[in-house]
Structure formats: structure tokens, C-alpha cells
């Protein structure tokens, strides 16, 4: 079974999936202020959404030393969801 962890210990690479369990695509940077413990949300890259996508901390349900999962579908992903230039 999977661990609970804080944001401040996820890793680049961590896999992203939807409420739904589709894999969205991969960690490739939190956003953060760690002086404030502040997690703004995730920079999300490849899967089932081209380019990088920023997700909102409040859409994160969990994170895990496995995964980190949404609180939103994979239909819900590709409209919420912005591109990151």
C-alpha cells in the first residue's frame, strides 16, 4: 500500500492520475513556497495531455510515494486543465 508524503518530498517523475485512474502524465515540477509552506500545485507533463499542464493544489486529492492522485476525471482534465507555455 501506498504512503502518504508531503508535497515537499514528491518527485519529478511521480505519475499523476485522475480521479478515474487514467495516468494524466508525470510530475515535472511543484509549485511551491517551501519558506511559507505553500504548495500553489503541480507542473504535469506527457500522458494523455500534450506539453506541460499546471494543476491547482486544491484539484490534488492525495499524494503518495507512488502517485499522486486528482480529485477530477480524465474528461474533467482535458477542459480544466491549462497549457503551459
Do not use: H
Request: proline share 4%; no cysteine.
Amino acid at each position: 500500500m501506498a504512503n502518504p508524503i508531503s508535497y515537499m518530498a514528491l518527485q519529478k517523475g511521480t505519475p499523476v492520475k485522475t480521479s478515474d485512474g487514467t495516468e494524466l502524465g508525470t510530475v515535472a515540477e511543484v509549485v511551491s513556497d517551501v519558506q511559507k509552506d505553500i504548495f500553489s500545485g503541480l507542473e504535469v507533463t506527457s500522458g494523455i495531455l500534450s506539453g506541460k499542464r499546471f494543476v491547482p493544489a486544491d484539484l490534488v486529492a492525495s499524494i503518495t510515494d507512488e502517485a499522486v492522485e486528482l480529485s477530477i476525471t480524465s474528461d474533467e482534465a482535458e477542459s480544466k486543465l491549462e497549457a503551459q507555455d
